[in-house]
């Protein structure tokens, strides 16, 4: 029993780090989409991907570790890290402390993910705003100066960025 707690805990551990990574890995991608450098927004993408893929691995083999630990302890149904420690206290502090440390990276990711997201959504509006004014200076006949440009409107309303 004592070789399947400790398991846990070190898959635990792991989790931790790996949370950690990704969260490093959304701060460089952010800070490159702040400067729009894609080639850093790629590879900070492929790292998360990587890195998330190892998490669900991770988290498979925990759910496996916490099955066998309540089946040896015989109770039916899913079991808790606080089950567990109570059933086992002389692992239970350990596993409690892994547990709060785990929920606080997730949420620090989830945060930074927020904020990701938020960044990404106002780069796409200004790239959506691009396009419609470039479309509209394409797509109609007769808009060009006698120099050969295209003449554009100096300031676009918000009800022609939104559509």
Do not use: C, W
């Amino acid at each position: 029993m004592s070789r399947l707690l400790l398991e846990l805990e070190n898959i635990l551990q792991s989790l931790i780090e790996e949370h950690r990574k990704l969260s490093a890995h959304v701060s460089v991608q952010q800070n490159a989409m702040k400067t729009l450098q894609i080639e850093v927004m790629q590879d900070a993408m492929h790292r998360q991907e990587s890195t998330r893929l190892r998490i669900v691995s991770l988290d498979n083999r925990r759910r496996q570790l916490v099955q066998q630990i309540a089946k040896l302890m015989r109770v039916n149904g899913d079991v808790t890290i606080m089950q567990i420690a109570a059933a086992f206290p002389q692992n239970g502090t350990k596993l409690l402390q892994l547990r709060d440390e785990l929920k606080q990276q997730v949420k620090q990711l989830a945060d930074l993910a927020h904020v990701a997201g938020r960044l990404a959504a106002a780069v796409l509006g200004h790239l959506n705003t691009a396009m419609r004014l470039f479309a509209s200076a394409v797509g109609q006949a007769g808009i060009y100066t006698k120099h050969g440009t295209p003449r554009v409107a100096t300031r676009i309303g918000v009800m022609d960025a939104v559509g």
